[in-house]
């Protein structure tokens, strides 16, 4: 059960596109599209943005994009707004569930 | 509206228990699997346990496996998490989260507030 692994941070100014990684095994993220993406800013929950891979929630903004390639899925954020500023956790299902160590987004 | 309230947390000696409680509301509680997800300060998230819609599945993370104890009354809507023999590493914030289905497949839509559990003499 070890973790999926995720830059410990990432930066963009407003209106850019940034993407973060989040590198498994293939017992985890390159055997099952159940990959998702929560959203945590300080002091809150957690909030669900992708699930299975790509989908988005109902009533998301399509800036959030979620994408998979081999052992690796991505989140993609588009349009860079201030709020996006948070930390990011992927998480996959590996006969049980495992988190990313999570990334803090900083909008410059 | 969904609702998800942890309680039960506090501050407890190592190897002692502790029992959390998450009550539901605002959905259908014994159509969906439900999660255990803590978060130590300054960490990341960790699943700890969940546990299927019927009950009759449940998963625990190594870290606490024989230790803690999921479990589900579906006629009071409430999730369960039994902690025992605590130890200073099972310190966190302990979240709740509903599945979208009654088998867990990550599409954790709805969470708590969260419950802090501090271990320590």
């Known amino acids: 059960q070890s973790a999926l692994t995720q830059p410990a941070s990432v930066s963009g100014s407003p209106g850019q596109s940034i993407t973060i990684s989040c590198t498994g095994t293939?017992?985890?993220?390159?055997?099952?599209?159940?990959v998702s993406w929560y959203q945590q800013h300080p002091g809150k929950a957690p909030k669900l943005i992708i699930y299975e891979v790509n989908k988005r929630p109902s009533g998301l903004s399509d800036r959030f994009f979620g994408s998979k390639s081999g052992n690796t899925a991505s989140l993609t954020i588009s349009g860079l707004q201030a709020e996006d500023e948070a930390d990011y956790y992927c998480c996959s299902y590996s006969g049980t569930w495992v988190f990313g160590g999570g990334t803090k987004l900083t909008v410059l | 509206e969904v609702q998800l309230v942890e309680s039960g947390g506090g501050l407890v000696q190592p190897g002692g228990s502790l029992r959390l409680s998450c009550a539901a509301s605002?959905?259908?509680?014994?159509?969906?699997?439900m999660i255990w997800v803590r978060q130590a300060p300054g960490r990341g998230l960790e699943w700890v346990s969940s546990i299927r819609g019927s009950g009759d599945t449940t998963d625990y993370a190594d870290s606490v496996k024989g230790r803690f104890t999921i479990s589900r009354d579906d006629s009071k809507n409430t999730l369960y998490l039994q902690m025992n023999g605590l130890r200073a590493e099972d310190t966190a914030i302990y979240y709740c989260a509903k599945d979208r289905w009654v088998i867990p497949t990550g599409r954790f839509d709805y969470w708590g507030q969260g419950t802090l559990v501090t271990v320590s003499s």
């Open positions: 293939s017992s985890d993220i390159g055997s099952y599209n159940l």
């Open positions: 605002g959905f259908t509680f014994s159509s969906n699997a």
